[in-house]
C-alpha cells in the first residue's frame, strides 16, 4: 500500500474542504506557457539578439543545437530576447547552462530586475529565478551571459512560464524585394509593404544587418567588385516572419586607392637581401618573372628608438655569390622595366622599430627615403614585429589614436606617401596577433590585464587604408584565432586563410564592440599571407589547400566549414616567406599561384 498517496489524498481532501480554498482549475493550469521563443536553439538564433554567439550540435542538453557564445576582454557575449508578457503576473525564468560565470536574467520587469549565476558548471546546470512584472509592464528581456575575457560558455533550453499574451502571428514574408542603386561600398534596397508588420530586418548574406520601419534600407560598409546576397523579412510582436527571396547585387569597382599598376593578381615574395640563411642567396636578376612585387628584406634600426634605417646588402663573406651594387642596381631597373615591384621592407624578426618621439620619426623618414632614392626603389614595406607596437592603457580606440610609436608611425609613412606621391607602394605586412587577434582583444582591454600589442595594428592600418596599396596578414607562426563564426581557426589547412581573410575583407567589431567597427578593406588591397615550405615557417599548406582558399574567397566554392561573408573575385593574390625558401622547394608556391591565375 501506498501511504504517501493516501495521505495526499486525505489532505486534498480536507484542503478543499476549507471555505475560500479551490481547486486550481484547467483553465487558469492552460493560461502559463513558455514564452522564450527558440529557446533550445533548434532554430539557431532565430529571436535572439547576440553579440558573440552561434549554435553548436555538441555540447548539448537536449535536441540538437545549443548556445555557444566566447566573451572578450570588453564583451561579456549575451545573448537576449524581449518577450511579451501581462502586467502584475508571475514569471519563472529557467535554462540550463554551462561554463564559467554564466548569467541568466531578466530586464524591464517593471519591478525588481533579477539574475542569477553559476561560477563554474563543467556539466549541464539548471539555472532558475523568478520575478514579477509591474502593474503597467507588457515586455521584458530575458538574457543569458558570460564575463569579460573568460572562455566559451553554452546555454540550451531556455524558457520563461507565466501567463501567455496572444500576440497573434507573425507578418507574412515580404515580397517585391529589389536592389536600386549600388556603389562600391553600399547597395540600396527596397521591398513592398506587408500588412501587420511594425518593422524589418535586413538580411545580408544570412546575417541580419540591420533592422529599418519603413520599406527600404541602404546595407553599406561592403566591398567593391564583391557580389553579396540580401534578404528581407517583416517583424511585429508575434515574432519575425520567413524571409524574402534572396536578391543578389555586385558592388561596382570603386575609383579609391593608389594608381600603382599592380596586375590584378599579384605574387609577393620577399627576398633574403641583406643575409643568407638555409634557403641560400638569390641575386634580383635571378628572381623568376612570375613574382610580381619584391620586397627586399630588410632595412633595420641603428637602434630600437632611432628610427634611423640602414639597410646593409649581404656582406660576400656571408653570401660568396652576391652581386656589386650596380648589379644591384641594374637590377631593380630592369624589375621595374618589366612591370615589376621592388620595394624596402623594414623590421622583421630581428628589426625592433619604436617611433616613441618625434625625432625618431623625422630620423625614420630621412633614412627611409635616402635608402629608396639610392637603389630608385618602388616603396615600402612595414613589417614591424615583436615589440615595435603596443597600446598605452587609455588607447582604445582605433579610430583616434593616442599612443605616441602609433601617431608617428602613421605620420612618418604618409610623410613619404606625400613625397613620392600616387605610385608609391604601400604595403604591410603584421602578424595575425596585431590585427585579426584584435576582434576578441585590444590592448590592454577595459579591465586592463591583457597584452598591450594585442590588435596595435589596427590603427595603423585603418588610418593608412586610402594609402594602402597591400595588407598581406602573415597566416603563419600563429596562434589560434577566432574568427567571425566565433570559433578558433587554426594554421595548417585552408580553413585558416579563409577565416583570417574574411575577417579583413568584411570588417569586425573591435574587442566585440558592435559600436566600434573596423571597416572592411577592398579586395584589392588584401594578398594572403603563407610560408612557402615548411622549412620557412609553421604553418605551411600544401597546394591543394592554397587552391581551396582561393575557391572559396573568390568563387564561394570548395569552402569547407567555414561560411564566407562574401565572394571576392579581384582578391590580389599572395605573399610568401620567402623567394629563397620556394626556389629551395622548387618553385612550388610559385606553381601554385600561375597554375590558379594563369
Keep these: 500500500m501506498d501511504r504517501t498517496r493516501s495521505v495526499l489524498a486525505t489532505l486534498t481532501a480536507t484542503l478543499l474542504a476549507v471555505p475560500g480554498i479551490t481547486a486550481l482549475s484547467s483553465d487558469a493550469r492552460a493560461a502559463d506557457a513558455d514564452l522564450a521563443r527558440n529557446g533550445g536553439f533548434e532554430a539557431g538564433l532565430d529571436g535572439w539578439t547576440c553579440t558573440a554567439g552561434t549554435t553548436v550540435g555538441s555540447p548539448v542538453h537536449s535536441g540538437g543545437s545549443a548556445l555557444q557564445a566566447t566573451p572578450t576582454g570588453s564583451d561579456n557575449a549575451q545573448c537576449a530576447q524581449t518577450v511579451t508578457v501581462k502586467p502584475d503576473a508571475q514569471y519563472t525564468l529557467s535554462g540550463y547552462v554551462r561554463g564559467s560565470y554564466v548569467y541568466l536574467g531578466a530586464s524591464g520587469t517593471g519591478t525588481t530586475d533579477v539574475s542569477t549565476w553559476t561560477q563554474s558548471a563543467p556539466a549541464w546546470q539548471q539555472l532558475t529565478t523568478t520575478f514579477r512584472t509591474g502593474p503597467s509592464t507588457t515586455r521584458v528581456t530575458i538574457y543569458t551571459h558570460g564575463w569579460y575575457g573568460t572562455g566559451a560558455y553554452h546555454a540550451d533550453d531556455l524558457s520563461l512560464v507565466g501567463p501567455g499574451v496572444d500576440a497573434g502571428q507573425p507578418p507574412a514574408a515580404p515580397t517585391g524585394l529589389k536592389a536600386g542603386t549600388v556603389t562600391s561600398s553600399g547597395v540600396a534596397l527596397s521591398w513592398s509593404a506587408v500588412t501587420g508588420a511594425t518593422g524589418y530586418a535586413v538580411y545580408r548574406d544570412g546575417v541580419r544587418n540591420q533592422t529599418v520601419s519603413g520599406t527600404s534600407a541602404t546595407v553599406t560598409g561592403l566591398s567593391p567588385s564583391t557580389a553579396y546576397g540580401f534578404q528581407v523579412a517583416a517583424v511585429n510582436a508575434a515574432g519575425e516572419s520567413a524571409r524574402s527571396a534572396t536578391v543578389t547585387a555586385t558592388t561596382t569597382a570603386g575609383t579609391g586607392g593608389p594608381s600603382t599598376d599592380l596586375p590584378a593578381h599579384a605574387l609577393v615574395g620577399y627576398l633574403h637581401a641583406s643575409f643568407a640563411n638555409g634557403a641560400g642567396y638569390t641575386r634580383l636578376a635571378d628572381v623568376p618573372d612570375s613574382w610580381d612585387v619584391i620586397d627586399l628584406a630588410f632595412g633595420e634600426p641603428t637602434s630600437v628608438t632611432s628610427g634611423d634605417i640602414r639597410f646593409t646588402r649581404c656582406p660576400v663573406t656571408e653570401c660568396p655569390t652576391v652581386e656589386s651594387d650596380a648589379d644591384f642596381k641594374a637590377a631593380v631597373k630592369a624589375k621595374q ?52 607596437l603596443s597600446l598605452n592603457a587609455d588607447d582604445t580606440d582605433f579610430k583616434n589614436p593616442k599612443t605616441p610609436v602609433i601617431v608617428n608611425l602613421i605620420s612618418a609613412l604618409r610623410t613619404l606617401k606625400a613625397r613620392y606621391g600616387s605610385k608609391f607602394v604601400l604595403s604591410m605586412a603584421p602578424e595575425t596577433f596585431f590585427v585579426q587577434l584584435g576582434y576578441q582583444y585590444y590592448g590592454t582591454g577595459k579591465w586592463g590585464g591583457q597584452d598591450p600589442r594585442a590588435g596595435a595594428y589596427l590603427p595603423v592600418v585603418h588610418a593608412l587604408r586610402d594609402d594602402l596599396t597591400l595588407l598581406h596578414v602573415q597566416d603563419y607562426n600563429s596562434g589560434s584565432i577566432m574568427g567571425l563564426d566565433n570559433q578558433y581557426h587554426s594554421m595548417g589547412g585552408a580553413d585558416f586563410h579563409i577565416a583570417m581573410t574574411d575577417m579583413l575583407l568584411t570588417g569586425f567589431p573591435v574587442a566585440g564592440d558592435a559600436n566600434n567597427v573596423f571597416p572592411p578593406l577592398r579586395p584589392d588591397q588584401v594578398a594572403i599571407g603563407m610560408p612557402a615550405s615548411t622549412n620557412a615557417g609553421n604553418g605551411y599548406v600544401p597546394p591543394a589547400e592554397v587552391t581551396k582558399t582561393l575557391d572559396c574567397l573568390t568563387k564561394k566554392t570548395n569552402c569547407g566549414s567555414y561560411a564566407t561573408h562574401g565572394t571576392w573575385p579581384a582578391l590580389r593574390g599572395l605573399m610568401t616567406w620567402s623567394v629563397n625558401w620556394d626556389r629551395f622547394a622548387n618553385g612550388e608556391f610559385q606553381r601554385t599561384f600561375d597554375g590558379y591565375f594563369g
Excluded: C, M, P, W
Design 337 to 388: 622595366a618589366a612591370g615589376k615591384k621592388v620595394l624596402i621592407s623594414i623590421g622583421g624578426q630581428n628589426g625592433q622599430v619604436q617611433l616613441a618621439t618625434t625625432a625618431a620619426r623625422d630620423t625614420f623618414v630621412s633614412s627611409v627615403s635616402k635608402i629608396i632614392d639610392t637603389y630608385g626603389l618602388d616603396g615600402l614595406d612595414i613589417d614591424f614585429e615583436g615589440h615595435s
